[in-house]
């Protein structure tokens, strides 16, 4: 073999063996980037208008628990050392139909809200658990009452038209 044909096969191994080297060691450009966190929800129970209803459909077997637990919340709110917390139980309206439903169909209670608290959720869980109006224990114990009641609950932000 000549001089310039092993020469031009030395520099093919060694470009053949280099190759896979440098392919490591650069990153690659075409990779899709490394996926990032997901932005958390926003909460569908925090208000960014004025005024807002919340439907609370009911399993029709829990209307007591739901009732004593929503009154136990909003007197807990009421009696928080946070007027933040006393304004959100005062703007809260709690009704629920009053029309007589077939048996077995979900209880109806409409909150309504005036003014919203716009820095507060009102989700109950949040209420328990967030607010800092009840502690752990009182949360917990009010939360197993009213966990299963719930069929849906639907918040509706409001906003005013006409005159």
């Known amino acids: 073999m000549t001089l310039p044909a092993r020469r031009l096969l030395m520099m093919t191994l060694a470009a053949m ?3 896979p080297l440098a392919a490591a060691a650069t990153p690659n450009q075409d990779a899709a980037p490394a996926p ?5 929800a926003a909460d569908p129970m925090k208000f960014a208008t004025g005024h807002a209803i919340i439907l609370n459909q ?3 077997d829990k209307t007591a628990d739901f009732e004593a637990v929503w009154a136990a919340i909003k007197a807990g709110l009421a009696a928080s050392a946070k007027p933040e917390l006393q304004q ?5 309206k709690m009704y629920k139909l009053a029309t007589e439903l077939p048996a077995g169909t979900e209880a109806i209670y409409i909150f309504a809200i005036d003014p919203v608290s716009q820095d507060l959720s009102y989700d109950p869980v949040k209420i328990l658990f967030e607010s800092g109006a009840f502690e752990r224990a009182k949360a917990d114990e009010l939360y197993a009452r009213v966990k299963d009641a719930y069929a849906r609950i639907t918040p509706w932000p409001l906003a005013a038209f006409g005159s």
Do not use: D, I, R
Request: proline share 6%; net charge positive; aromatic share 0%.
């Open 17 to 19: 063996l280099a190759a």
């Open 36 to 40: 990032q966190a997901a932005p958390a």
């Open 58 to 60: 009911v399993k029709a």
């Open 88 to 92: 959100q139980a005062t703007s809260l």
